[in-house]
């Protein structure tokens, strides 16, 4: 019997005051014995990250830009808290890859996360990775960059880490090594799995953002209702899994209490369940290979009662088909793809666009751009700024 000294952790969590953020902290201080903030990141909020900052207490907070800076400072004095205050995209690299990090949570929404990401992955850090437009902008790259440095890559989407629980532990070694028919990625169908396809031109943001099960950022948000979540997730999981995309199926599952299942071969279709909490898929990656508490209740499958499954239907939720086409066109398709949704959602967002426009824009802009090969970040980039050029392009064109 050895005696096993267990060594604190230190965590910086990108995108802080988001919803995964928020999560994420509150996990972490429920084992205040096994984890401490190293850094936490915000973009808007800059009142919600002092009031994290004075709880957490970190050696730095990541802002970005020097108005923001000058005011965090102002409060960080007046709270008598020591953190030190960084800008930009920069500062976000700086406390992903710093040496005294073990592991980063990567929870900013969008492209804005893929440098601050690789920057982790980079410096071989355990990833916990949430901002799945990183992945798919990058894929091919991003899992590269993932094998030279030895990073541990986590996944925190729930379905993905689903996934990941039902995998066997040699899964690098490829599905089919390791008996692996199909993943079934299940989605909720989101708040208008229901509706008919002519009242989609009349749904509103609010109600966008009004998901049955989940509470989520907005952007991510929009992304169930439009299905492009499930999408955006289906090329997560090619890359993440080294699955071909015909062999992701997706499966509307109304409940959200499958997270998502592995098929194998010999019949066996593993699932993992559990309430509706990102608390969970956070608790198992940080802890991961432990398990710990996240304070998320136990699972009453006596409330739950019933688990009802559905196939996608593309012709209301195009945007599925898309991201499977771009999946399979790959190269800068998926990055193409990713930066017009970005676009159309903020439009969205602003009611200069209708909720059908969304997919509307986002074919356009994929049937313009050609596909090219993506060796390097910068051609990732240029890909992500020609197709958010060519979406704007849109926009101007229909008088938005
Ligand atoms: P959110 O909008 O609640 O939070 C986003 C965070 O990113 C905030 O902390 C914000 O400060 C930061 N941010 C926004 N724009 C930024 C920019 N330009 N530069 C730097 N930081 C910026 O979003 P969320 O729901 O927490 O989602 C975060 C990521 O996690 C997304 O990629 C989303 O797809 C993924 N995710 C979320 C959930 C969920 O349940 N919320 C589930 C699975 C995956
Ligand atoms: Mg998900």
Request: charge should be negative; aromatic fraction near 4%; hydrophobic fraction near 45%.
């Amino acid at each position: 019997m050895g005696c096993h000294v267990s060594q604190v952790q230190r965590i910086t969590v990108l995108g802080a005051t988001g919803s995964i953020g928020l999560s994420t902290l509150d996990v972490i201080a429920r084992h205040p014995d096994r984890y401490q903030v190293f850094a936490l990141s915000g973009y808007s909020r800059i009142d919600e990250l002092l009031a994290l900052c004075v709880r957490h207490r970190p050696a730095f907070a990541v802002v970005p830009s020097a108005d923001g800076a000058v005011r965090l400072r102002e409060g960080l004095n007046a709270a008598g808290c020591a953190t030190e205050v960084l800008e930009g995209e920069a500062g976000l690299c700086q406390v992903a890859g710093a040496p005294e990090v073990d592991a980063v949570m990567a929870a900013i929404v969008g492209a804005a996360g893929l440098r601050p990401t690789l920057a982790a992955v980079e410096a071989g850090k355990k990833v916990l990775l949430a901002n799945k437009e990183a992945l798919v902008m990058s894929g091919a790259l991003f899992m590269e960059a993932v094998r030279r440095s030895g990073a541990v890559l986590l996944p925190i989407d729930s379905e993905h880490n689903a996934i990941f629980q039902c995998m066997p532990g040699d899964y690098s070694r490829g599905l089919g090594a390791v008996g692996v028919r199909r993943i079934l990625l299940t989605a909720s169908g989101g708040p208008f799995r229901q509706t008919p396809a002519a009242e989609l031109m009349d749904v509103t943001p609010e109600q966008a953002c009004a998901h049955p099960n989940w509470s989520m950022g907005r952007k991510i948000s929009v992304d169930s209702a439009s299905m492009m979540n499930k999408g955006l997730e289906l090329i997560e999981a090619c890359w993440l899994f080294d699955a071909a995309p015909q062999n992701v199926e997706v499966v509307v599952h109304p409940q959200s209490v499958i997270h998502s299942l592995v098929d194998y071969i010999d019949g066996s279709v593993l699932a993992q369940l559990g309430n509706p909490d990102m608390r969970t898929p956070i608790a198992n990656a940080l802890a991961w290979p432990e398990r710990i508490d996240s304070g998320v209740a136990p699972l009453d499958l006596f409330s739950v009662a019933r688990l009802d499954f559905q196939a996608p239907d593309e012709q209301r939720f195009p945007c599925l088909r898309l991201a499977r086409q771009a999946a399979e066109a790959g190269n800068s398709a998926p990055a193409v793809l990713n930066a017009a949704n970005e676009v159309a959602v903020e439009a969205f967002l602003e009611r200069r666009i209708r909720f059908p426009e969304i997919a509307g824009m986002i074919e356009r802009v994929l049937d313009q751009e050609p596909v090219v090969p993506v060796a390097t970040l910068d051609a990732v980039f240029a890909a992500d700024q020609r197709a958010r050029e060519l979406s704007r392009e849109w926009l101007r064109r229909h008088g938005r």
